[in-house]
């Protein structure tokens, strides 16, 4: 039988969660001109607003607040490029589907975010949020379908999932799964970092 400390040792051997060493917010973009030059690869963060990108993004690298959180939907306006070991970016792309926000907004999203999907050739992975407690919204499945249709590396994390029961979260993703067949689904929550690891290895795999 393995000792706690041999079995905990293990366990750090088959981690593939990678050591950060740096979490830097590098800028705020509006528009491409103002996006990284640097060539380095990209792991974008994608979801209606609220869903917990900003979480997500902090929770990954362990930092409480590199990327601002809020209680207020639509906050993060603008692609935000965050350097993590001075060796590849995540990009927090502004959260959709806000009813509040004018619909120029709207259709500034819409642009902005297509914009940098189809164009940007450092994006190795998109990683699409959804609520694991909803089913996923109509601008969910049609991001969705886009990133499928464009034939876009992307996985899905069905965020808060500390919010629902083993019981209602297996059905739920169930559900998302039935919605989102072709693409590998991933519980989480910032809460307890359920998900974290897979997360972290599919990132690695994006990056390779
Ligand atoms: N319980 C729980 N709450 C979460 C989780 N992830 C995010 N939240 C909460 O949900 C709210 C929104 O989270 P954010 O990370 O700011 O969401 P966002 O997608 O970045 O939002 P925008 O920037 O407005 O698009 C905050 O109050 C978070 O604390 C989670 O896994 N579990
Ligand atoms: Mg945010």
Same mark, same amino acid.
């Given at each position: 039988?393995?000792?706690?400390?041999?079995?905990?040792?293990?366990?750090?051997?088959?981690?593939?969660?990678?050591?950060?060493?740096?979490?830097?917010?590098?800028?705020?973009?509006?528009?491409?001109?103002?996006?990284?030059? @640097?060539? &380095?690869?990209?792991?974008?963060? *994608?979801?209606? !607003?609220?869903?917990?990108? =900003?979480? #997500?993004?902090?929770? %990954?690298?362990?930092?409480?607040?590199?990327?601002?959180?809020?209680?207020?939907?639509?906050?993060?306006?603008?692609?935000?490029?965050?350097?993590?070991?001075?060796?590849?970016?995540?990009?927090?792309?502004?959260?959709?589907?806000?009813?509040?926000?004018?619909?120029?907004?709207?259709?500034?999203?819409?642009?902005?975010?297509?914009?940098?999907?189809?164009?940007? @050739?450092? &994006?190795?992975?998109?990683?699409? *949020?959804?609520? !694991?407690?909803?089913?996923? =919204?109509? #601008?969910?499945?049609? %991001?969705?379908?886009?990133?499928?249709?464009?034939?876009?590396?992307?996985?899905?994390?069905?965020?808060?999932?500390?919010?629902?029961?083993?019981?209602?979260?297996?059905?739920?993703?169930?559900?998302?799964?039935?919605?989102?067949?072709?693409?590998?689904?991933?519980?989480?929550?910032?809460?307890?970092?359920?998900?974290?690891?897979?997360?972290?290895?599919?990132?690695?795999?994006?990056?390779?």
């Amino acid at each position: 039988m393995l000792t706690a400390r041999r079995r905990a040792s293990r366990r750090s051997l088959s981690s593939p969660i990678v050591k950060i060493i740096s979490a830097e917010f590098v800028k705020s973009a509006f528009e491409k001109k103002h996006w990284t030059t @640097d060539g &380095l690869p990209e792991i974008a963060f *994608l979801g209606r !607003s609220n869903v917990g990108k =900003s979480s #997500l993004l902090n929770s %990954l690298v362990q930092r409480k607040a590199l990327a601002r959180t809020s209680n207020t939907p639509g906050r993060t306006q603008s692609i935000n490029f965050y350097l993590i070991n001075d060796a590849f970016y995540f990009v927090d792309l502004p959260g959709y589907g806000y009813a509040k926000v004018s619909k120029s907004m709207r259709a500034d999203w819409g642009k902005m975010a297509e914009e940098y999907l189809s164009d940007r @050739d450092e &994006l190795v992975l998109s990683i699409q *949020l959804v609520d !694991s407690r909803h089913k996923p =919204s109509k #601008l969910d499945l049609q %991001l969705h379908e886009w990133l499928v249709f464009n034939q876009k590396k992307h996985i899905v994390v069905a965020t808060k999932s500390d919010k629902l029961s083993s019981n209602e979260l297996s059905k739920q993703m169930r559900v998302i799964g039935e919605e989102m067949p072709s693409s590998k689904v991933i519980a989480y929550s910032s809460q307890t970092g359920k998900g974290r690891e897979a997360i972290w290895s599919e990132i690695v795999k994006g990056l390779a």
